[in-house]
């Protein structure tokens, strides 16, 4: 639906992470009432209204993910599956009832628990500043197949991760600045570089507000159920220690993240869902 520039320019003025949802609202309600364009009376009707029932709207948990399941050509590992599985590990966790417990007051949407995933470390879904922010991986390995020195591996790399000279029969990667998005890999045209690992890095404690912090990475390239226990895991730690609300990021420490590292290179012992 056609938006004119004055309604777009409110729109901007929405808080970000809601700013999809009011969008859709506000083009569904134009339509209910038979507009062919979203106007700026249109964007302020329907913000009163979404913001007025905004309890109503609070699930306890959000979870995003990028543009990658559409077709994105930068994928490094695919995380469309794994939401699915994520969003069952949420609701079993049942955040709302824990937040109606906690929380003093009407509950808003900064109260609820935030998963984001990427698929490739351009992490357009905004991974860093998430609960929990899962950020697609691919680790390339070395083949015995013949290397031309084509150099298109060095080419593709924006992190000068990947090295080659004619002195050396096969590339060389710096895995210490290797962002594992395997673009690298993709470039190849004689398989010298093949996909050595797929799996997700994970990143914890993020937040914007009013104290913004990055979230922190939990060292490792982890597998869909590493991830998935590590998620219920972060819900078992936030639950103990968020007594009015608090979240994840506030009350995640580093002694927090050096057990979590501790437990998951040594593999660690299934855990059971959070209730």
């Known amino acids: 639906m056609k938006w004119t520039e004055e309604a777009e320019s409110a729109l901007k003025k929405v808080p970000f992470f809601v700013r999809k949802k009011v969008r859709v609202r ?3 309600e134009a339509e209910e009432e038979g507009k062919q364009a979203v106007s700026v009376n249109e964007v ?3 913000q009163k209204r979404y913001l007025s029932r905004m309890e109503s709207e609070i699930k306890g948990y959000q979870i995003d993910i990028c543009f990658g399941p559409s077709g994105c050509p930068n994928q490094a590992n695919s995380g469309e599956g794994l939401m699915k599985r994520i969003e069952s590990v949420l609701k079993e966790a049942d955040l709302l009832r824990f937040l109606k417990e906690h929380v003093n007051g009407d509950l808003k949407y900064h109260h609820e628990f935030r998963i984001s995933l990427a698929d490739c470390p351009n992490a357009c879904s905004q991974p860093q500043i998430k609960d929990i922010g899962i950020i697609g991986a691919c680790i390339p390995a070395i083949t015995d197949a013949e290397c031309t020195l084509c150099s ?3 080419s593709a790399c924006k992190e000068d991760a990947v090295s080659l000279n004619d002195s050396e029969e096969k590339p060389v990667i710096h895995f210490q600045h290797c962002v594992s998005c395997g673009k690298c890999i993709q470039s190849c045209p004689t398989g010298t570089l093949a996909v050595g690992k797929k799996g997700f890095r994970v990143q914890l404690g993020g937040k914007l507000g009013r104290r913004p912090r990055l979230a922190r990475e939990l060292p490792g390239i982890h597998s869909e159920e590493e991830v ?3 998620i219920i895991d972060c819900i078992k730690l936030y639950k103990r220690k968020s007594k009015h609300g608090e979240r994840f990021a506030e009350i995640f420490t580093d002694e927090d993240l050096n057990d979590l590292t501790e437990k998951y ?5 299934p855990a059971s869902p959070p209730r």
């Open 265 to 269: 290179r040594k593999g660690g012992a």
């Open 44 to 46: 302020k009707a329907t």
């Open 228 to 230: 998935l226990q590590i």
């Open 152 to 154: 298109a591996c060095v």
């Open 26 to 28: 506000v083009e569904k």
